[in-house]
T-cell receptor, first 116, second 115 residues
Framework: AQSVTQLDSHVSVSEGTPVLLRCNYS??????LFWYVQHPNKGLQLLLK??????LVKGINGFEAEFKKSETSFHLTKPSAHMSDAAEYFC??????????????FGQGTTLQVKP | ETGVTQSPTHLIKTRGQQVTLRCSSQ?????VSWYQQALGQGPQFIFQ???????GRGNFPPRFSGLQFPNYSSELNVNALELDDSALYLC??????????????FGPGTRLTVL
């Protein structure tokens, strides 16, 4: 069975400082991994995805994530936080066996707070 | 190109009632997935519809059912509502074909409150 664990339920950073949101995954098969962001009263937006190409994945709004198979991790980073980055972030896994059913498995979420 | 839309945005029901939620998929997409997001939790997969048939289901009881129409829009029906059904219901559309499913695009959700 596949799962994701987001290691921090809440992260607080100051504007202009780096962001690190941590995610570990478990999958019996070669996984596809995603990070989604959810702003209040808005739908989920895909930030980036890993599907077995380059292990360092660049996404929108300056975010990137590195797939580390040896550590079963897929941490999300951004060099400099902006106030507009404050939102809920979800790490998501979909293994290739279930990819044809489109079943995405979400972590519990990390709330990112950005202080001025 | 229009995105994924859902209706209604908010809904209040009482225990035992039935509810229907609606989703219009993004133009060109043929697959719709439904997720339930309880407060403070990540979304959980309910089921998916492809070519008007259920194509995968999560750990939800049969009182959760759905439909997909020829224009690829979809409905989620929940019978015999329980208090724990209170949640944000998210619809996601995608394009399925050779090579599997591509990126899922989410709607803004329907907030269901069961009293």
């Amino acid at each position: 069975a596949q799962s994701v664990t987001q290691l921090d339920s809440h992260v607080s950073v100051s504007e202009g400082t780096p962001v690190l949101l941590r995610c570990n995954y478990s999958s019996s098969y070669s996984p596809s991994l995603f990070w989604y962001v959810q702003h209040p009263n808005k739908g989920l937006q895909l930030l980036l995805k890993y599907t077995s190409a380059a292990t360092l994945v660049k996404g929108i709004n300056g975010f990137e994530a590195e797939f580390k198979k040896s550590e079963t991790s897929f941490h999300l980073t951004k060099p400099s936080a902006h106030m507009s980055d404050a939102a809920e972030y979800f790490c998501v896994v979909s293994d290739r066996r279930s990819s044809n059913t489109g079943k995405l498995i979400f972590g519990q979420g990390t709330t990112l707070q950005v202080k001025p | 190109e229009t995105g994924v839309t859902q209706s209604p945005t908010h809904l209040i029901k009482t225990r035992g009632q039935q509810v229907t939620l609606r989703c219009s998929s993004q133009s060109g997409h043929n697959t719709v997935s439904w997720y339930q997001q309880a407060l403070g939790q990540g979304p959980q997969f309910i089921f998916q519809y492809y070519r008007e048939e259920e194509n995968g289901r999560g750990n939800f009881p049969p009182r959760f059912s759905g439909l997909q129409f020829p224009n690829y829009s979809s409905e989620l029906n929940v019978n015999a509502l329980e208090l724990d059904d209170s949640a944000l219901y998210l619809c996601a559309s995608s394009l399925s074909g050779a090579g599997g499913i591509r990126e899922q695009f989410f709607g803004p959700g329907t907030r269901l409150t069961v009293l």
